[in-house]
């Protein structure tokens, strides 16, 4: 429910606004929910790099047509 709200897809391009990956970018990938009913998400960014980020920290990139 949650996830929707967010709109946030595997594979979306996203910035994160908060937490300790504050000014990174990526794209979205393996959502998760965990027990306590955060949404944590994996970001891979664009040399490889991944890392895992609440949610509720990132902002996600309006797609150009």
Request: with cysteine; hydrophobic share 25%.
């Amino acid at each position: 429910m949650e996830q929707e709200k967010l709109n946030l897809k595997d594979g979306d391009s996203c910035n994160v606004v908060g937490g300790t990956h504050k000014g990174k970018s990526g794209t979205i990938r393996d959502i998760n929910t965990s027990k306590t009913g955060n949404i944590t998400i994996t970001v891979v960014q664009q040399n490889g790099e991944r890392f895992k980020t609440l949610g509720r920290n990132v902002e996600v990139q309006k797609k150009i047509k």
